[in-house]
């Protein structure tokens, strides 16, 4: 009995350790480095460690050398180890004949799951992006179509137009891409300037919060019945790679051109009769953006306030019909954008949350990257803690205003149910192990990818005044989770979100500080950015 206590007592301290040395602390130093005992500890433990094993026979075998090389011992060695557990011919056979996520599914987190929020922002039908990357315009226009539905005393099926930005979208970056390559005109063609220009993707969907202020600041919005969804607007593979051939024999014809004597003016000038052509290819697929659209509004709307129905809703209860009176209106999409959505929005902010010791808290960090609008500012971002991006999320869903925010899709996620918590699924009863890194080792190790954008739509509260869930509006359709919505856990949060935009009459003294602050310059690339060119991506569902 003493000797059982003993070795128990042995692997207790053992499983702290391990406790201990992956506890997800947001303060890490990222400098910092595991000691090797302790790291031969945690690996001994993973392979249920030590250096003889009993195989079915009954025989006990000695691990052989490690080597550089993987040998035909070392590989009979592991079979032999994994023959000898009889679990692992159980697990393998439930793994194999049944998808693992209905395996390793956490019943009890689901049924203990509830959809009810304390507080919701008023509902709007759920959008589609279709097989695209565009999640992050139709997040932006998500937020937009609130005020724009109030202002125009819309229903909840109103939408602004995805394919009209996406159009000024693809052709800013077909311009963006060509003044890159006549900014590198005589740079060498095997330098890594141009070779990443040409090889780095000139045509994607992804794009962020700045790339949508910037289009729609320029060239405003429009309904979405003046410019509805085409078949490639929801299908983007094949419009993508035609543009991208298109502009990479652009690229060729800039850079004979310069080497034949042409001056940058008439590259330029040649560059429009290229964009001419972009344009025209442009229209074909995704529709010609009008510069002036007509659009039918109700008669009672002032200075884009709409007046009372109460006399007309009477009216339909008593006689069965309704009039609504009404107007035609024409407008450029800029005017429209300023009159009916009437939003500011230089006046968002973009808050991450990067743990990182190199990178602290309460700075701002100006990307000294290009922008597929020329001539728009850089992007800055703001870093701080998570307890204060999610204070300043909850401050502004209760002032009845959606949030922006970017977050690492493919994790966690039971779209059946739409749970999102990092515990829905227990991998680890199959796999006998399970990722250990922080999100700041995460970024470190470059395994954490912000890859979609969605909005928060609204919050749970508990009596104690305690952030429960959140409520999240996809834009995949109505066929995941409820109707299209998704119910995020407080721990899928701070796991997985990484970027927030708010008005920044929410932050505090403190925070309106780090606004002022001179910022620090990064690129695109940089560790605090765990951006992903085409965001947008599908978990296997």
């Known amino acids: 009995m003493k000797m059982v206590t003993k070795i128990l007592g042995k692997v207790a301290i053992t499983a702290c350790a391990v406790v201990s040395i992956f506890s997800a602390d947001d303060k890490i130093k990222s400098g910092s480095k595991r000691k090797a005992e302790e790291v031969l500890r945690i690996e001994s433990l993973q392979d249920r460690g030590s250096s003889r094993i009993k195989t079915s026979s009954g025989r006990f075998e000695r691990r052989p050398a490690i080597s550089e090389n993987i040998t035909t011992d070392q590989i009979d060695y592991l079979r032999k180890n994994y023959q000898a557990d009889k679990d692992n011919n ?19 987190l689901v049924l203990g799951m509830d959809n009810v929020f304390s507080h919701e922002i008023y509902k709007f039908s759920v959008t589609d992006q279709e097989q695209t990357g565009r999640c992050w315009l139709f ?26 930005i996406q159009f000024w979208n693809k052709f800013e970056m077909c311009n963006s891409f060509l003044e890159k390559i006549i900014k590198l005109r005589a740079e060498d063609i095997e330098s890594r300037n141009v070779r990443f220009t040409l090889f780095g993707g000139c045509m994607y969907d992804g794009g962020f919060w700045d790339y949508a202020t910037n289009l729609i600041e320029k060239y405003g919005v429009v309904p979405k019945s003046v410019m509805p969804e085409t078949v490639d607007s929801g299908s983007t593979a094949l419009l993508n790679r035609l543009l991208s051939d298109k502009l990479h024999e652009y690229a060729f014809v800039i850079r004979d051109a310069y080497q034949s004597g042409w001056s940058v003016h008439q590259i330029r000038d040649a560059k429009y009769d290229m964009l001419s052509v972009i344009h025209r290819m442009l229209c074909a697929h995704l529709g010609e953006p009008p510069s ?42 800029v005017d429209f954008y300023k009159k009916y959505v009437n939003v500011n929005l230089k006046d968002f902010v973009v808050v991450i949350h990067s743990p990182l010791e190199h990178r602290p808290f309460y700075q701002s960090y ?41 977050c690492q899709m493919n994790k966690h996620i039971d779209y059946k149910s739409g749970i999102m918590d990092p515990d829905i699924y227990k991998y680890e009863y199959i ?14 190790m470059g395994t954490f990818s912000a890859n979609h954008a969605m909005v928060f739509s609204g919050v749970d509260i508990d009596k104690n005044d305690q952030i429960t869930k959140w409520k999240v509006q996809n834009s995949w359709g109505g066929d995941y989770g409820l109707n299209g919505h998704l119910i995020m856990t407080n721990n899928w949060f701070d ?7 708010i008005d920044k009459k929410y ?35």
């Open 366 to 406: 100006e990307i000294d990257d290009d922008v597929p609008v020329c001539g728009s500012d850089h992007m800055f971002v703001y870093n701080l803690p998570m307890d204060e991006i999610k204070d300043l999320c909850r401050k502004q869903i209760l002032d009845n205003t959606p949030v922006w925010f970017t």
């Open 292 to 333: 002036e659209f007509k659009f039918r509004i109700k008669d009672n709307l002032t200075q884009g306030k709409s007046k009372s129905s109460k006399a007309k809703t009477e009216k339909k209860e008593k006689y069965g019909l309704t009039k609504t009176d009404s107007k035609m209106i024409q407008m450029t999409p």
């Open 507 to 541: 932050l505090n003294e403190n925070q309106k500080k780090m606004l002022k602050s001179k910022p620090v310059k990064i690129k695109m690339d940089d560790v605090l950015l765990p951006y992903h060119k085409d965001t947008g991506i599908f978990d296997e569902l």
């Open 431 to 444: 796999h006998r192990t399970k990722p250990n890194l922080s999100k700041g080792e995460q970024l470190l």
């Open 139 to 164: 997040a932006a226009l998500n937020v937009l179509r609130i005020p724009a539905m109030k202002n125009l005393d819309e229903n909840s099926d109103f939408e602004l137009s995805h394919v009209y």
């Open 90 to 108: 159980f697990l393998q056979n439930a793994a194999c004949n049944t998808r693992i996520k209905k395996i390793v599914l956490n019943r009890d």
């Open 495 to 501: 796991a997985y979100v990484s970027e927030a935009i």
